[in-house]
């Protein structure tokens, strides 16, 4: 970790709530919560203000569910805050390049157009053939990338923008749960 994601956190995370309105035991990473989205929640918490923190918090019921597995959702929320971050503020070099090559990865898993980039060459077949990329991306790569990119925006940004590029991940999360294929007991789609 690049250390992006070690802030002190001295009011309660909207994770936190969300867990605890998940009926799951008090952490920050619940599994109702897609892992990509919940990295973002927590960089968006930990660059805000005590304000914008609490402002947070009515925010809580929209992520539970949300933790639909598939490249399409992670990626999509992986290009938008790095696009954000782009656009949005001052990078060093090496910033821009792991972000570029995050966006660059993320818009392969979207259309299938561009070339893999940075480690992501390396990992992504191999994990590929074993059937374990798409969760190794959705839990460990995108969450790094995302939280990377809320980061870098929030040096130029404000609890109000910050909280603007944490609703608009929720509707891309919203919207992959929306065209989801609905499951009912038993674990099988109904036909």
Avoid at 15 to 20: A, D, I, Q
Avoid at 154 to 168: C, N, S
Wanted: aromatic content about 6%; charged content about 20%.
């Amino acid at each position: 970790m690049n250390g992006y994601g070690k802030v002190a956190r001295p009011d309660p995370c909207v994770m936190e709530l969300v867990s605890r309105l998940a009926r799951e035991p008090w952490t920050d990473r619940p599994s109702c919560v897609h892992p990509t989205l919940s990295a973002v929640a927590r960089a968006v918490h930990d660059h805000s203000s005590s304000a914008g923190r609490r402002a947070l918090l009515p925010l809580a019921p929209s992520f539970l569910g949300t933790a639909q597995p598939g490249f399409e959702s992670t990626a999509r929320l992986v290009s938008l805050c790095v696009s954000t971050a782009l656009v949005g503020g001052e990078l060093t070099t090496d910033e821009r390049r792991r972000l570029s090559r995050a966006h660059q990865t993320a818009v392969h898993f979207l259309t299938g157009q561009d070339e893999l980039a940075g480690s992501a060459r390396w990992w992504f077949p191999v994990l590929d053939r074993v059937g374990q990329s798409e969760s190794f991306y959705r839990t460990f790569v995108a969450p790094e990338h995302a939280a990377e990119a809320v980061s870098v925006t929030a040096r130029a940004a404000d609890d109000v923008r910050l909280r603007g590029l944490l609703k608009q991940c929720l509707a891309v999360a919203g919207s992959a749960v929306a065209t989801a294929p609905s499951i009912v007991a038993g674990g099988r789609a109904p036909i």
